[in-house]
Nanobody
């Protein structure tokens, strides 16, 4: 497994921006797809964005498409989530996750396919 540490959360007004970062250590980072998920109070964890192990493909939930951008730096073993035009409904704890299968982009939107998770970082968007 891989160890993941998120940073960059905080409080921002609606319409503002935040950039989340996830630092990975452990197994070979560049061989696994990475994802961001979020969980709001009283709700189930939901998919936000994912990026293929090679970085060649990205995937987004409809609710964030056009506003969020996921990227990765395999040399630095980091994956970032740039969040623009934030809305109050984006308020949640955001989690970075590493896919469990070597060099695949299968089912990257399914949280059950990820076997390493960070501790989460709180994002609060005020109206």
């Amino acid at each position: 497994q891989v160890q993941l540490v998120e940073s960059g959360g905080g409080l921002v007004q609606a319409g503002g921006s935040l950039r989340l970062s996830c630092a990975a250590s452990g197994r070979t980072f560049s061989n696994y797809a990475m994802g961001w998920f979020r969980q709001a109070p009283g709700k189930e964890r939901e998919f936000v964005a994912a990026i293929a192990w090679s970085g060649s493909s990205t995937y987004y939930a409809d609710s964030v498409k056009g506003r969020f951008t996921i990227s990765r730096d395999n040399a630095k073993t980091t994956v970032d989530l740039q969040m623009n035009s934030l809305k109050p409904e984006d308020t949640a704890v955001y989690y970075c996750a590493a896919h469990s299968v070597h060099r695949t982009s299968s089912l990257v939107t399914n949280s059950r396919m990820y076997n390493s998770w960070g501790q989460g970082t709180q994002v609060t968007v005020s109206s």
